[in-house]
């Protein structure tokens, strides 16, 4: 019986490693992969500008973020739009009152807001900060500088707002 057994099991081996081998060639295509990276760059707020309270008495400084990422190789430029007709009227609003403001690059073309060398207004044009060409999709922070100049004595109580867009240009 053990014979009989050992024989079917070889022999079912056998038919199986031969049913591997039945092939009579081979044939081979290639595939192609590929993928289309375009320019491209997206902005985002990391921090809003927000004066706190303002006292007329002396200028009141402020600072936000935005977040740009870039496509390797792109030099984009970032410009701020609104908050007023032109770059050095920029007002927050409540009713009809309305305090002036000012904004600026960052002083060391990334994060600082030093005071004493605020010196670019930011806007569009000529006004845009530009910036360097990404060396990879890594997102970069850059501050925005912001400043209401003392003596807006016209002022009433209340909360003073306005809206800035960021837009990213590649």
């Not at 600072?63 to 870039?70: E, F, K, N, S």
């Amino acid at each position: 019986m053990k014979k009989f057994e050992t024989a079917a099991l070889l022999s079912s081996l056998a038919l199986l490693s031969s049913l591997g081998s039945a092939h009579a060639g081979t044939a081979q295509a290639n595939l192609t992969v590929q993928a289309n990276v375009q320019d491209s760059c997206k902005i985002e707020v990391v921090s809003n500008v927000d004066f706190g309270t303002y006292i007329p008495d002396a200028d009141k400084l402020a600072q936000g973020a935005l977040r740009v990422t870039c496509i390797k190789n792109v030099a984009p430029t970032v410009s701020l739009l609104g908050g007023g007709t032109q770059v050095g009227d920029r007002a927050l609003t409540n009713g009809t009152d309305s305090i002036a403001y000012t904004l600026y690059q960052p002083t060391d073309g990334a994060l600082a807001c030093d005071p004493a060398n605020l010196l670019t207004t930011w806007g569009t044009g000529a006004n845009s900060l530009l910036l360097t060409a990404f060396t990879g999709y890594v997102a970069k922070e850059y501050s925005v500088c912001g400043k209401i100049a003392a003596g807006q004595n016209t002022v009433g109580a209340g909360t003073y707002t306005g809206v800035v867009t960021a837009q990213v240009d590649y």
